[in-house]
């Protein structure tokens, strides 16, 4: 068995994590914003790019500004073993989403350089553009072009706050490659990403191995109202848009608690009024609205009430609403050819695991459209919370789940026809 520098893993992690760096005011720590496609996110491609290179990996860019390098195999025309995951962040992210993925291929591939290993299949080590959909309201949006779930020019044309175009955003970094988006398709898929919950730390296991990805819906909901004076509109005179928001809030909250929709999952993150006036009634309201549930019956059915609920909103309060699609994903289910070979690697070296389905999305659920495709989890401090600078995977967690990794990838890329070669 292999075993990766876990040191070396470790300062490429916080060294990545300088890049975007900010203290944020909350939690007293510093914590990481590196939103697709700015400045912030282009300079750390640049680092990632350039380990890349110096681990000998040949480096290519996509025309959804996907970053691939490739270490060649002894027979190179065979189909490529790809590990991958993302370097772009929410706004307030820690330091290991997605990097861990990206940084422990890098360090996988330095190990087998230190190790003379060679591998019969090309290994190709990537990241995919905006997997947050933070920035241009798409998540996984890099890895669904090149799995061809989303077209380019959809991709294309999505929009941040400020009207910049993603098109415009990869000319403008330099990111806009010519490697065609639909990249010839792996042999198989390996991400190693932080768990981003509690089950592995409540487990008391540093690795996981992932059988799926939960059903996932983004929706815009923009309601209208009417503005009026604060102070002198009698409250039955009212078609506040800011009531009906906080109406449809409590609303998917009931939906969650009410168990008529398995165990969904609700979250409105993002909610603004206009004019936003502290003595005007709001006239409209825009709301985002995530939904989860690893059902795609319950999905379905969430979503109907959800609009049922919002067709109902003029007769109630007077306000009216429409629902604008962001993203939406169905339940996937992981390669369970690949999982039982992670299964077998962690018990030869020795690693307890538990097997859990995630909450969160991945590059993984799309690649998974391509290519048998398996996720590694590693255990995260402060039970596992993520998309905060309370975000914290020790060294040995992080170590373990990469050296995992590492000999996945050299099983998957090892000898021809150890692994569904014919
Ligand atoms: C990605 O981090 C997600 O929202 O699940
Ligand atoms: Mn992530
Ligand atoms: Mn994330």
Redesign the pocket.
Known sequence: MIRINRDRLWDSLMELARIGAYQDAATGLTGVKRLSLTDEDACARRQVIAWMTEAGLKVRVDRIGNVCGRRAGTDDALPCVLVGSHIDT?ATAGAF?GTLGVLGGIEVVRAFNEHDILTTRPIEVGFFTE???VRFGT??LGSAVTAGRLALDYAHKLTDDDGKTVAGELARTGFDGSEPERRPVPFAYLECHIE?GPILASAGVDVGIVTGVQS?SWQRLLLRGAAAHAGTTPIGHRQDAGLAAAAVIMEIRRMCESGEFGELRGTVGKLSFEPGQTNVIPAAATLTI?L?VPDDAAMTAAESHLAGFVAGLPGSYGVTGSLERMAKTSVVRFSPDVQALLAETASELGLPYVTAMS????DAQEIAAICPAAMIFVAGENGGI??TPREYSNPTACGNGVDLLANAVLRLAGPAGNFGDS
């Open positions: 929410v989403d997997e947050e959909g998540d996984m981003q996932i995530d989860r909450g969160a999305g991945h993520s998309h």
